[in-house]
C-alpha cells in the first residue's frame, strides 16, 4: 500500500550481535528516515538521510547507523546489541518536499535475548 | 519533559459515544502538527494533519491551541473500527523532516 516494504518482518538475535535492517523506498522518495518503538512507547526518531547522505539524528549512540543506497534502497545497522534494542524499528520516506506525506513500512521486529 | 505528551489512557467507551484526546507539545518551534493512529503491531498510519484554524474529516475533529501549545482531537459516534493507539505528532524546522511522537493513547470501543 505504501510503498515502503521493510525485511526481515520478525528476528531474533542474542545480546553483542550485531543485525542489519533493510527497507525498499518507492522510487522518487529520497529522503529515508529510522525510528525505534519499544513496547508502549511512540517511535522515536534515530536518523534521517538525504540523497544518501545522513542529514539529521536522534538521542541514539553511534552503534546505530545507516546507509542509504542510489536505488532508494536503505539499512538501518546496530552493532553490540543490548537487551534494551528490542523493538519494533521502522522506516519511512518522503520525496523530499517539506510537507509531502510521510510513508511507514511494515517495520521489523527485533528480540534481543 | 518530554516534548509530546498525551492523556495517559486508556480510553474504554461504547459505541456512540464522544472521546477526546489532549496533547501539549514543548517547543514553541514546532510548525507541523498530525495525528496518526496505530493498530496493535502495525506501522503507524496519518489520520490527519491538524491545523491552525481546526479541520475536520467526518467524524474526527482537530483542533490546535499555539499559544497554549495544545492539540486535541476529538471523535465522534466511536466505532468498534476506531479501537487503536492514537498518536500526537509535531515537527519543527530544527528537526528537518523528523517527527517528533508521543506516548499514544489507547482507544478501546465497545459494544
Known amino acids: 500500500e505504501t510503498g515502503v516494504t521493510q525485511s526481515p518482518t520478525h528476528l531474533i538475535k542474542t545480546r553483542g550481535q550485531q543485525v542489519t535492517l533493510r527497507c525498499s523506498s518507492q522510487?522518487?522518495?529520497?529522503?529515508v528516515s529510522w525510528y525505534q518503538q519499544a513496547l508502549g512507547q511512540g517511535p522515536q526518531f534515530i536518523f534521517q538521510?538525504?540523497?544518501?547522505?545522513?542529514?539529521g539524528r536522534g538521542n541514539f549512540p553511534p552503534r546505530f547507523s545507516g546507509l542509504q543506497f542510489p536505488n532508494y534502497s536503505s539499512e538501518l545497522n546496530v552493532n553490540a546489541l543490548e537487551l534494551d534494542d528490542s523493538a519494533l524499528y521502522l522506516c519511512?520516506?518522503?520525496?523530499?518536499?517539506?510537507?509531502?506525506?510521510?510513508?511507514f513500512g511494515e517495520g521489523s521486529w527485533l528480540t534481543v535475548v | 519533559r518530554k516534548e509530546v505528551e498525551q492523556d495517559p489512557g486508556p480510553f474504554n467507551v461504547p459505541e456512540g459515544a464522544t472521546v477526546a484526546f489532549n496533547c501539549t507539545y514543548s517547543?514553541?518551534?514546532?510548525?507541523?502538527f498530525f495525528w496518526y493512529r496505530q493498530d496493535c503491531r502495525k506501522e503507524p498510519k496519518l489520520l490527519m494533519s491538524?491545523?491552525?484554524s481546526g479541520n475536520e474529516d467526518g467524524r474526527f475533529t482537530a483542533q490546535l491551541n499555539r499559544a497554549s501549545q495544545y492539540i486535541s482531537l476529538l471523535i465522534r459516534d466511536s466505532k468498534l473500527s476506531d479501537s487503536a493507539t492514537y498518536l500526537c505528532?509535531?515537527?519543527?524546522?530544527?528537526?528537518?523532516?523528523?517527527?517528533?511522537f508521543g506516548k499514544g493513547t489507547t482507544l478501546s470501543v465497545s459494544s
Open positions: 519511512a520516506s518522503r520525496d523530499g518536499t517539506v510537507g509531502n506525506t510521510i510513508y
Open positions: 522510487s522518487g522518495h529520497n529522503t
Open positions: 538521510y538525504y540523497r544518501e547522505e545522513e542529514n
Open positions: 517547543n514553541s518551534a514546532s510548525q507541523s
Open positions: 491538524v491545523y491552525s
Open positions: 505528532v509535531v515537527n519543527s524546522r530544527q528537526a528537518g523532516t523528523a517527527l517528533i
